[in-house]
Every structure is written in structure tokens, then in C-alpha cells.
T-cell receptor
Framework: DTAVSQTPKYLVTQMGNDKSIKCEQNLGHDTMYWYKQDSKKFLKIMFSYNNKELIINETVPNRFSPKSPDKAHLNLHINSLELGDSAVYFC????????????FGEGSRLTVL | KNQVEQSPQSLIILEGKNCTLQCNYTVSPFSNLRWYKQDTGRGPVSLTIMTFSENTKSNGRYTATLDADTKQSSLHITASQLSDSASYICVVSRDYKLSFGAGTTVTVRA
């Protein structure tokens, strides 16, 4: 069973469109995250939720809106996509807020044309 | 400036050889330091974790060292295999904040 699963794995879309990425974890963890990995492979935190509550909201355009319906799910919706949004987005989870090991999903590669 | 710097940015080694990756950090004090391995097209996976008081930690052919005085950590790969080709990311934890290095890309050639 996949511990952290995210869909879709690949996403190709036009500028201006709206898209969503979904993430689910079956580890029973309390905390989930969204990271963005750019072309230089640098991982940058975007959001973090602990028990469905937003605890970290880094400097991210408000076109990005996370939503956590329950502690096992964290979705990311992006409005009005721009070329610079092209990247790999990783979902991750941990037992508590930044405690212990981060378990990452396989990543969702977003390409904006 | 990033609080975690890794070097080299990339390296190529022949199968069976050893290599050492460096991680210099300015985060202080810190809770722990982890090395993650990221295979191409996959998410990072934790290799080792070290706390402030630990000097060395091994995981198979991977050995991490930590010098808290100089704020340096290294990851040594022994007898490299083709499957070691990946990016290796150093992550330093302080309180509830994680600082990521940009990673070192290792390519192992037959």
C-alpha cells in the first residue's frame, strides 16, 4: 500500500487554467505538507496542515489554495495558472508538525504551456 | 542566503568507488539533521537522522557524520552501486522549521 499518494502524477495545461492536485496518506499522521520543487531541485515549503488546521502558509501567491477535508487528505487548487508555476509538487506527511521523518508522495509534475 | 549549503552540486563516480557529500549549515541550535535520497521521478526518502549529540550514523553502505562544532555533516557512500544514482538532500530541523539544502546529484556509471 502506498503511504502517501498524490494524483495526478503528470499535468499539462494552458496558462490561465485552474487545476487541482489531490493527496492522501494512510499513515495515520497528523501533519501534511505541500512542497514545490523547481528545476534546480530545491524543495520549498508552501503549506502545512496539522489536524486539518493550517499552520504554515509561506509566501505563496493567493492563486494557490490548499484544502484539508480531514487529516488524511490535503488537496491543492491552483487558479489562473502561470508559466512560472511549472514544477513538481510534492505532498508529504509526518507524525507531528515537523517532528520525525517526512514521508513524501511520488510528486505531481505540472507543466504550464 | 540559504541556511543549508551542499557540495558538490553534482558528481559522477564509477561503480564500486566511494564518494563523500558535504552539508554545511548555519541553523543553530538544531533538533536533528537528516539525509534524504531522491531517485529520479520519485519523492525523497529518509536515509539517516542525527541529533546534536551524535557523531556518526550508518545505514548499510551509507554513513553520515556530524560535527556540531564546525556545523558540517557528510554522507559517505561506500562501494557505490548503480542504484545509488540519485539526489541526496540535507535537511536541518530547528523547532518547527525545516531548512533544506539544494541537494547533490550523484551519477554512478558502470
Amino acid at each position: 500500500d502506498t503511504a502517501v499518494s498524490q494524483t495526478p502524477k503528470y499535468l499539462v495545461t494552458q496558462m490561465g487554467n485552474d487545476k487541482s492536485i489531490k493527496c492522501e496518506q494512510n499513515l495515520g499522521h497528523d501533519t501534511m505538507y505541500w512542497y514545490k520543487q523547481d528545476s534546480k531541485k530545491f524543495l520549498k515549503i508552501m503549506f502545512s496542515y496539522n489536524n486539518k488546521e493550517l499552520i504554515i502558509n509561506e509566501t505563496v501567491p493567493n492563486r494557490f489554495s490548499p484544502k484539508s477535508p480531514d487529516k488524511a487528505h490535503l488537496n491543492l487548487h491552483i487558479n489562473s495558472l502561470e508559466l512560472g508555476d511549472s514544477a513538481v509538487y510534492f505532498c508529504a506527511s509526518s507524525q507531528g508538525p515537523y517532528t520525525g521523518e517526512l514521508f513524501f508522495g511520488e510528486g505531481s509534475r505540472l507543466t504550464v504551456l | 542566503k540559504n541556511q543549508v549549503e551542499q557540495s558538490p552540486q553534482s558528481l559522477i563516480i564509477l561503480e564500486g568507488k566511494n564518494c563523500t557529500l558535504q552539508c554545511n549549515y548555519t541553523v543553530s541550535p538544531f533538533s536533528n539533521l537528516r539525509w534524504y535520497k531522491q531517485d529520479t521521478g520519485r519523492g525523497p526518502v529518509s536515509l539517516t537522522i542525527m541529533t546534536f549529540s551524535e557523531n556518526t550514523k550508518s545505514n548499510g553502505r551509507y554513513t553520515a557524520t556530524l560535527d556540531a562544532d564546525t556545523k558540517q555533516s557528510s554522507l559517505h557512500i561506500t562501494a557505490s552501486q548503480l542504484s545509488d544514482s540519485a539526489s541526496y538532500i540535507c535537511v536541518v530541523s530547528r523547532d518547527y522549521k525545516l531548512s533544506f539544502g539544494a541537494g547533490t546529484t550523484v551519477t554512478v556509471r558502470a
